[in-house]
């Protein structure tokens, strides 16, 4: 475990010094930049030591996104049993697919949805939230056949939607680039999905471990 968390405090501190050198290059501020470490792969104990090293190294909050309702269950129980201080030192993003028997449980377990892909889904949620709970609608950007999301033709219409529901605050758009080499088709996609959320003043979530570059740069 120890060289474990020796490597995971290296990536953090390499991250966040190329973080700093995007952001110089394409004038943005570092701190209008909210990143979301996603951590399904992590067990409870190394969550916890994540959530640790990353308050050693940056202080606050920590975001973390999770794939699967139950299993994040599990990790933010254990959590709370075996490491009662860092509770509400983290906030829990639902960034899987989310099934609709899923849906309760999810609202008593995450923050925020940010993989809301059909207005039928917003709708579920709506009908089912006690509360007001933030997501991000996902956009299929590139059109790809093996990627969720709405399509762009159709996303004027479902945000006004979206919008309008009681139990929703729609917070912003996100999307996946295509799995590509090609850097400017990369730019290209994120660029769009900022100027439709620029439209509706939302924000954007995109970018992942290889082409977060590119999304800083395109206003993620």
């Not at 475990?1 to 570092?30: S, T």
């Not at 209008?32 to 996603?38: Q, V």
């Not at 139990?167 to 994120?190: D, Q």
Request: positive net charge; contains cysteine; charged residues 30%.
């Amino acid at each position: 475990m120890d060289a474990w968390k020796k490597k995971i405090k290296k990536n953090l501190a390499d991250f966040y010094r190329e973080m700093v050198e995007v952001c110089r290059r394409c004038g943005r501020e570092e701190d209008e930049i909210n990143i979301l470490f996603a951590t399904k792969y992590l067990t409870g104990e190394e969550l916890a030591l994540f959530i640790n090293l990353y308050q050693q190294l940056r202080g606050g909050i920590v975001t973390i996104g999770e794939n699967r309702v139950q299993e994040a269950l599990s990790k933010f129980n254990f959590i709370e049993r075996e490491h009662s201080g860092l509770v509400g030192q983290f906030r829990k993003i639902m960034i899987g697919t989310l099934q609709r028997n899923k849906i309760n449980k999810a609202l008593t377990v995450f923050d925020e949805i940010h993989s809301v892909d059909s207005i039928e889904l917003a709708g579920a949620i709506n009908r089912r939230a006690f509360r007001v709970i933030p997501v991000f609608l996902e956009v299929n950007v590139s059109g790809e056949k093996t990627k969720q999301g709405i399509k762009m033709d159709e996303a004027d219409g479902i945000i006004k939607s979206i919008k309008k529901l009681n139990h929703i605050e729609l917070k912003g758009l996100m999307t996946m680039a295509p799995e590509t080499e090609n850097r400017e088709v990369i730019r290209k996609i994120f660029r769009r999905l900022r100027q439709l959320a620029d439209q509706y003043d939302l924000l954007t979530s995109m970018g992942m471990s290889h082409d977060w570059q590119e999304a800083v740069m395109e206003g993620s």
